[in-house]
């Protein structure tokens, strides 16, 4: 037997002359575990040393497979769900048809999966994290509770009760938030919204002056905001003014109605209804007017009283208490507004005061309704007999005309109603035609009415018969 030594890590044993065997033994880190080499290489053919025919392309292979490995390990977390596998030659493929699905930068940007190259793949915290973010969804937050073994605990948190706190309004801003409150309600005439505004302040000892910071304002006002003020002080009472409230706000109107009639010479009297509507109402006690018998030196006050107290004891003209404003506006009904227009005709007609009528139909408030005003003036002067009915009622719409109070569009659609109706009004005047076309060139002639009006003037037609040396002809003529 003989022995050969080479290397040492590498022993060569003769079994026969003809044929040597080698025992190698490789000690490579890692290649053992991956299996690249094999324990027993035959290298000699005929006495020549042949090398290893596999080694080089097995660690090409193994390092490509290692490779992919760790590519699609990295890129399981965001692929994750899209079917990656490594097939046995350590090539990726992906899907079963081997196509892949389009991805977008933005969906990369607004992914939540880990990229730490660990874990399933799922969303970092339950989906619960990320800016702006306040728990997993369906998530249901309870009230925590104290700790009592945290450092900062203190026995005073358990019995706090937390509310909100308006601060008092200062007597300097009182008036500059209440006139806009009061102001808006004459509007809208919501009781509703003033109580709720009125509500979320912190009046405090100022309630009181609610009431006549209303009634002041109202003074200077229309019958209807009037109306509209009564009304606010009955919703008002019991639900943020109490009854003693009230009888402090009309004393204090009491006492300043000599400043109050500088600036509305009829305040005493005006006040007076709302101490009567105010009882009416049952915000004031019908004892109030009792306690100032004896008492008042002011004569505006005393007139003031004395026409509250006339208000209870009778009836004005079949109106009752409730009633001393009037109905508003547009609130009273179409056949009472034609019934005052046609009142209002006939003692102008009886007077000839332009002024007082002008200041009758502005007390109306129904500037959208003066059409029916125009209408029954010209009827009057077509039921008229003579001239003086029409010159006053000329005079009247051309006064009303200069003044504004009746605008161009009321005038025309009372003109053109009177057109419609002429067909129906001549049968009661047969005149009507005529005295019509008279009225509508005056009308033109002094500058209310326009020539495109004037030429929709209906006119009757009627056939009759001329003179005999006509031979007996007849002919279409008009009045």
């Known amino acids: 037997m003989l022995l050969l030594c080479i290397s040492p890590s590498l022993a060569l044993v003769a079994k026969s002359s003809n044929k040597l065997t080698i025992e190698a033994s490789l000690n490579l880190s890692g290649d053992e575990e991956n299996g690249i080499y094999t324990n027993n290489i035959k290298n000699e053919i005929n006495g020549n040393w042949i090398s290893a025919p596999t080694s080089s392309s097995s660690i090409h292979e193994a390092r490509l497979k290692a490779k992919a490995k760790r590519r699609l390990r990295k890129t399981s977390s965001r692929d994750s769900g899209r079917g990656d596998s490594l097939s046995d030659n350590g090539d990726v493929s992906r899907g079963t048809n081997g196509t892949v699905p389009p991805t977008s930068p933005k969906s990369k940007l607004l992914d939540r999966k880990s990229r730490a190259g660990k874990g399933r793949g799922l969303p970092k915290k339950g989906g619960a994290g990320g800016k702006g973010v306040w728990g997993p969804p369906g998530e249901v937050y309870d009230l925590e509770e104290v700790d009592v073994k945290d450092p900062n605990y203190d026995e005073a948190q358990e019995s706090c009760v937390y509310a909100t706190v308006v601060p008092p309004l200062e007597e300097g801003d009182f008036e500059k938030t209440i006139t806009p409150i009061v102001q808006e309600y004459f509007e809208h005439g919501d009781t509703n919204e003033v109580a709720e505004l009125l509500a979320e302040l912190n009046l405090g000892s100022m309630s009181s002056g609610v009431p006549v910071l209303a009634v002041s304002l109202a003074l200077e006002a229309k019958a209807s905001h009037r109306e509209l003020t009564s009304r606010l002080l009955t919703y008002l009472c019991g639900r943020v003014l109490s009854h003693k409230d009230v009888e402090s706000s009309f004393d204090k109107l009491l006492r300043e109605l000599p400043d109050l009639v500088l600036d509305t010479p009829g305040a005493a009297q005006l006040v007076g209804q709302f101490i009567a509507r105010a009882v009416r109402d049952k915000i004031l006690s019908k004892s109030y007017l009792d306690g100032y018998k004896g008492r008042v030196d002011c004569v505006h006050a005393r007139a003031a009283l004395d026409r509250a107290a006339v208000l209870l004891k009778m009836r004005m003209d079949g109106l009752r208490v409730d009633k001393v404003w009037g109905a508003g506006g547009g609130q009273r009904p179409v056949t009472q507004l034609v019934k005052e227009m046609t009142l209002l005709l006939k003692e102008y007609i009886l007077s000839g005061d332009n002024q007082e009528a002008?200041?009758?139909?502005?007390?109306?408030?129904?500037?959208?309704?003066?059409?029916?005003?125009?209408?029954?003036?010209?009827?009057?002067?077509?039921?008229?007999?003579?001239e003086k009915t029409l010159k006053m009622v000329l005079q009247l719409l051309k006064f009303l005309w200069v003044s504004s109070v009746i605008t161009v569009d009321q005038m025309r659609r009372g003109y053109e109603r009177v057109y419609m109706d002429i067909a129906e009004i001549n049968i009661d005047v047969p005149r009507a035609y005529f005295i019509l076309e008279h009225f509508v060139d005056k009308s033109f002639s002094a500058g209310f009415i326009c020539e495109n009006l004037r030429d929709l003037c209906p006119s009757r037609g009627r056939k009759r018969f001329v003179s005999e040396g006509d031979g007996g002809r007849f002919k279409l003529e008009s009045y």
């Open 358 to 386: 002008e200041r009758c139909l502005r007390e109306l408030e129904v500037p959208h309704f003066h059409h029916e005003f125009v209408y029954e003036a010209v009827v009057m002067v077509l039921e008229s007999k003579g």
